[in-house]
């Protein structure tokens, strides 16, 4: 009978209340309780297809006959036209490290500066283009790299001199045009990170520096540069996979996923053919399984050569 | 329903009315999505995967149409409304939408391959395009035409197959890319002699390569329509694209049946389509038939076909009707009777083997094996045998 009164009713909300206080003031399960969201998206959205993607890549996958066909999905992947995409993917990467590192960061340090005018105005400039659509921004570069002498390209070469080119009908010129449409959409946002770094130097080192007579350059080289360091790893990181997983910009650039001979075709792009446009999701998915332990390797050995993983000192 | 093209949707929202004015008892109700080309097709091919998201109805592309007969296919057959009308319909473009004698696709239209000739440009060099009967008598005419006016005779596709395709199924017999029964077969002449000619033209500046790839390229129409080439052989499909993107050419524009290899030989040949599905996860499947039946089917819907889109529709029966003659905007941009074409060549419109392996052929040449002979002038039967031990 007593179980039914009302004074233990408030006292059951009160053991379930305390309950879940214990829980959010428990030294050990307080942090997993906090953490469960990111930890159940992260399993769902992430893990789960990963896994999947491992099963399937062994699987030949057809609706109502799936069956398991062991390593044929890898070896078909032996050919040259997955290395052509291995290929163009890596110096497309390449090529965005060696521009979009250096380049912001010589930027970001100069619109760091209280010497540099108009630097608000520069800063909202360049991060502009990261804000438009990269669907919007690829048809607009592939209608300025047009072939005809009247495109944007063209008028360009021609008044300082060259022959009006094929531009994304030649191996060269597309992997310019890929990497120019890069630089000019991420400069913005790698900046955006230096200049966060460049904020929490402290300012004291730079007072002292001058005290000691240090020049700018030894100022930008000897303080500016290792402070950086951290960040500059970060945005090496994200670009690397960025590098690797481009696939958008040259689906745009070139009205589809085909280019002239595969000049622009990336990993995501044979991806996106075979599984997809071939309707071959197990061949896909070993794709995807290449690109995924690729950029790990190379990622792993990125941050070993920058002593990541040795102990503070 | 899911479709690719805003045109299709106005088309089967209309068809839907019609529907239910004539049914009152069998009312139904159409939603009609549009998506991107590319999404949609992947879209459909995960929800039919899955089993689950997937219309009713959906338009598949032709060359996307393969992907969804692998396996066991997630359509419906369609033969219980195909077969009592076959007799009036081109069975050439049912059968590529077919797998072991089951139809599981209804197109809009034909397709049939024919020849837009710029009839302003034509008569500056003086060349008739009656004259033009076989291909190597289109060569000399361009080669005239170049001479006189210094345009090229034409554009050939480089990331694109309506300029090749079209020359190669209309060899005699039922070979193109793949033999009849289903063998890789691009290494045979049917497929390497066209290559050889339209590289020779390429040679001779008789032709140039499509600025920006193909024939849908923003590149491409604004040279066409500043009267940039001779003449173009594509799909009657693609008098629309002439009469949206092309609107200086109006009047200017004659078609013709394409050239041949060989006189007597078939003048043209089925290209492109989309296929109408309903599929297994349907819940309304009869309901989705009948419907499609009338609206691609029947006579009313095809004479539909014609008025609203512009396509030269799968029933033969309606070529000749009165409708087909009633002034629209192709009229008003090509003169009257554009049918008139059709039925010349009615018996001569090549089928195309289509199978589980056209994707993947039509990526090679898309990708590859078209460029390297047009545009790096390549040797073409090297190409061809390199391409084919990929593709085996």
């Not at chain 1, 398991?68 to 890898?74: K, S, T």
């Not at chain 1, 990269?134 to 790299?145: K, Y």
């Not at chain 2, 694109?160 to 033999?179: C, E, H, I, R």
């Not at chain 2, 693609?238 to 290899?261: C, H, N, Q, S």
Request: aromatic fraction near 12%; charge should be neutral; hydrophobic fraction near 45%.
């Amino acid at each position: 009978m007593e179980s039914n009164s009302p004074a233990s009713a408030a006292n059951a909300g009160g053991l379930k209340r305390r309950k879940l206080t214990g829980i959010l003031y428990s030294q050990k399960i307080a942090p997993w309780f906090f953490v469960l969201p990111f930890v159940i998206s992260f399993a769902l959205f992430f893990i789960y297809p990963v896994l999947s993607a491992v099963n399937m890549s062994f699987q030949q996958v057809l609706p109502g006959q799936v069956e398991y066909i062991g390593l044929e999905n890898y070896e078909k992947l032996w050919n040259p036209t997955f290395w052509k995409a291995i290929v163009n993917s890596s110096k497309y990467t390449f090529y965005t490290l060696l521009i979009l590192i250096p380049l912001p960061l010589v930027l970001a340090v100069f619109l760091n500066s209280k010497a540099m005018v108009l630097r608000n105005f520069y800063r909202s400039t360049l991060f502009i283009p990261a804000l438009t659509s990269v669907v919007v921004a690829g048809t607009v570069f592939r209608l300025a790299f047009g072939e005809l002498e009247g495109s944007l390209m063209n008028t360009i070469a021609v008044s300082i001199g060259f022959e009006p080119q094929r531009w994304l009908r030649r191996e060269g010129l597309a992997m310019f045009a890929l990497v120019l449409l890069a630089c000019w959409r991420w400069i913005g946002v790698n900046l955006l990170y230096f200049m966060a770094g460049l904020q929490n130097i402290p300012k004291e080192l730079y007072e002292s520096a001058d005290i000691d007579g240090a020049n700018n350059w030894n100022k930008f080289s000897r303080i500016t540069l290792p402070l950086l360091k951290p960040i500059t790893i970060y945005v090496f990181t994200i670009s690397i996979y960025g590098g690797y997983a481009m696939f958008t910009e040259s689906y745009m650039l070139w009205a589809g996923n085909r280019s002239p001979n595969d000049i622009g075709l990336t990993i995501v792009g044979y991806l996106y053919r075979n599984g997809l446009e071939q309707n071959n999701l197990g061949l896909g998915s070993a794709v995807g399984i290449v690109l995924l332990l690729l950029t790990f390797v190379i990622t792993i050995v990125q941050l070993k050569l920058f002593g990541m993983f040795r102990k503070e000192e | 329903m899911w479709t690719f093209n805003e045109l299709h949707k106005t088309f089967y929202d209309d068809m839907a009315k019609r529907w239910n004015a004539a049914n009152p008892e069998k009312k139904i109700q159409l939603t009609v999505n549009v998506y991107p080309y590319d999404d949609m097709h992947n879209k459909l091919l995960v929800a039919l995967q899955s089993g689950t998201g997937a219309p009713d109805l959906a338009d598949i592309e032709l060359n996307k149409f393969p992907n969804f007969l692998k396996g066991e296919p997630q359509l419906i057959p369609l033969n219980d409304i195909v077969e009592p009308e076959i007799s009036n319909l081109v069975k050439s473009r049912l059968d590529i939408y077919a797998k072991d004698g089951q139809y599981y696709g209804i197109d809009f239209h034909v397709g049939a391959a024919v020849i837009y000739y710029n009839k302003e440009i034509l008569d500056k060099a003086g060349v008739n395009p009656d004259d033009i009967v076989t291909w190597a008598d289109y060569e000399a005419a361009g080669k005239k035409v170049l001479d006189a006016t210094g345009v090229p005779m034409t554009t050939l596709e480089t990331s694109d197959l309506w300029t090749l395709w079209p020359q190669v199924a209309q060899a005699p017999g039922k070979d193109d890319f793949q033999t009849a029964d289903g063998q890789l077969n691009i290494t045979s002449p049917i497929v390497s002699g066209p290559l050889k000619w339209q590289q020779n033209l390429i040679k001779s500046k008789i032709a140039i390569p499509t600025p920006g790839g193909n024939h849908h390229a923003e590149e491409y129409y604004g040279m066409m329509n500043g009267g940039g080439a001779a003449s173009v052989w594509m799909p009657m499909w693609y008098m629309g694209r002439f009469t949206d993107y092309m609107p200086d050419l109006k009047g200017k524009i004659v078609i013709k049946p394409m050239p041949v290899w060989n006189p007597g030989e078939p003048r043209s040949a089925g290209m492109g389509g989309t296929g109408t599905a309903v599929t297994k996860t349907s819940k309304n499947q009869d309901a989705a038939k009948s419907f499609l039946a009338y609206a691609k089917l029947s006579k009313e819907g095809n004479i539909e076909i014609w008025k609203q889109l512009g396509f030269d529709p799968l029933r033969s029966d309606v070529w000749d009707a009165p409708e087909l003659k009633e002034p629209n905007k192709f009229t008003d941009y090509f003169g009257p009777n554009i049918f008139d074409i059709l039925t010349q060549v009615k018996s001569e419109i090549e089928g195309v083997n289509i199978n589980e392996k056209t994707p993947a052929i039509s990526d090679a040449f898309k990708t590859s094996v078209i460029t390297r002979i047009l545009l790096d002038n390549e040797d073409v039967d090297k190409v061809l045998s390199e391409a084919a031990n990929q593709l085996k």
